[in-house]
């Protein structure tokens, strides 16, 4: 069974900082791509950054230059440092993350359960 945890949400004035935490575990054989998702009340889930097993990232435009993802393989963990908060990233973050529970099985997406982050003006 594999599970992703999110962690670090919070209520944060804006132009200020939080740090996402999403540590993955259970029966982990490898993870491939991993990624921070966002969804606001009555707006789709949209993509916020993701980061590939060899660092590679990829950001949405609205955080770029403020938010910063990472991963430390060893730990299977990514974070998203998120710095020069604006009231409109205030959503649910959701990690996710192409996993292989074994040698023998395929990728599967796995997702957390998500962490509340609101920024007030």
């Known amino acids: 069974q594999v599970q992703l945890v999110e962690s670090g949400g919070g209520l944060v004035q804006a132009g200020g900082s939080l740090r996402l935490s999403c540590a993955a575990s259970g029966s982990i054989f490898s993870i491939n791509a991993m990624g921070w998702y966002r969804q606001a009340p009555g707006k789709q889930r949209e993509l916020v950054a993701t980061?590939?097993?060899?660092?590679?990232?990829n950001y949405a435009d609205s955080v770029k230059g403020r938010f910063t993802i990472s991963r430390d393989n060893a730990k299977n963990t990514m974070y998203l440092q998120m710095d020069s908060l604006k009231p409109e990233d205030t959503a649910v973050y959701y990690c996710s993350a192409k996993i292989r529970p074994s040698p023998s099985i395929v990728l599967y997406d796995y997702w957390g359960l998500g962490t509340q982050v609101t920024v007030s003006s």
């Open positions: 980061i590939t097993s060899g660092g590679n990232t």
